[in-house]
């Protein structure tokens, strides 16, 4: 007689990660791993590791709750893997997804030298004659707004980012000027511009255009917390630890950069526009903070 051949039941791939694929993100989370299980998947085979051509079996699960992971390390690439098992054993082995542990890539104290604290030597350089003055957290660096600057020689194409500052200027942003407390070609954090949207805002080149997050209503004589951020497809502005605004607008890398990272003036060296005003304690990050991190931040000043 005939036999009939029964197929094996074939699950659909796993799919839809988190993290997802390619970000970068911050070491202080407790890091759980998620997807969309393949459909007819009975049994899920999780593989974790840092070597993706020798991805050791981290859990095997029925159902496919979030998986927590040990502590990660900053400055670390992990990659995973789903292989969906049918109820008949036929396995179909997943995509290869990875991820990234940011860092801190620089901070500026300003306490007395434009030295980078985060080890990863940006030193800067001063240009012009700023003053050190009292800072937010030690001392400052007040900017003239005619021609003083610091240069950091630093140049990068990262595509998730955080940039935080303390700024104080004498006068509240005008619509008669252009000027810029940190600038870094492709991320700005502006004071003076002509627009209202990129007025007392974080702005951020990403494809050909620019987009814009305001910091809200800015007065002179006061220190503001402002704390840029961006996860590759949403620019967040805080003010002193709070979100004001979000731009859910822009999507991808931002424009690689042409210019340096510069204090009190903008990145690119024809673009004469500088910031009056006293500037502290820049922290720059590869990915993009969380509310609890940048709490923390405006924290560490209020105390001072």
């Known amino acids: 007689g005939t036999r009939t051949r029964i197929d094996p039941i074939r699950p ?74 049918g109820v008949d054993g036929a396995v179909v082995t997943g995509d290869i997804w990875k991820f990234s542990i940011g860092e801190l890539i620089g901070w500026w104290k300003l306490d007395g030298d434009v030295k980078d604290s985060s080890g990863n030597d940006h030193h800067g350089t001063i240009k012009g004659n700023p003053k050190w003055v009292t800072g937010r957290i030690g001392d400052g660096l007040e900017f003239d707004g005619a021609d003083d600057y610091v240069d950091t020689g630093y140049k990068t194409d990262i595509s998730t980012l955080t940039v935080a500052v303390w700024a104080n200027s004498p006068a509240a942003p005008s619509p008669a000027s252009q000027s810029e407390v940190i600038s ?31 910091f809200g209503t800015l007065k002179a004589n006061a220190w503001y917390h402002f704390c840029a951020t961006y996860n590759g497809k949403s620019l967040k502005a805080y003010k002193d630890g709070v979100l004001i605004h979000a731009n859910d607008d822009p999507s991808g890398p931002p424009i690689a950069g042409k210019g340096t990272l510069k204090f009190g003036r903008h990145s690119l060296e024809f673009v004469k526009e500088y910031f009056r005003g006293t500037i502290d304690d820049i922290r720059i990050y590869n990915y993009a903070l969380s509310q609890n991190e940048i709490t923390k931040l405006v924290e560490e000043g209020n105390q001072n």
């Open 12 to 85: 659909a791939k796993a799919s839809w990660p988190s993290p997802t694929d390619g970000i970068t993100i911050g070491p202080d989370k407790e890091h759980k791993l998620s997807w969309r299980p393949g459909e007819k998947a009975a049994l899920h085979r999780v593989y974790f590791g840092t070597d993706k051509s020798n991805l050791p079996l981290l859990a095997k699960v029925k159902k496919p709750e979030q998986l927590r992971l040990p502590v990660l390390k900053e400055n670390q690439t992990y990659y995973w893997r789903v292989d969906e098992v």
């Open 184 to 214: 870094w070609d492709f991320v700005h954090i502006n004071w003076d511009k002509p627009g209202p949207f990129f007025r007392g805002a974080a702005s951020l080149g990403v494809g050909r255009r620019w987009y814009a997050a305001g």
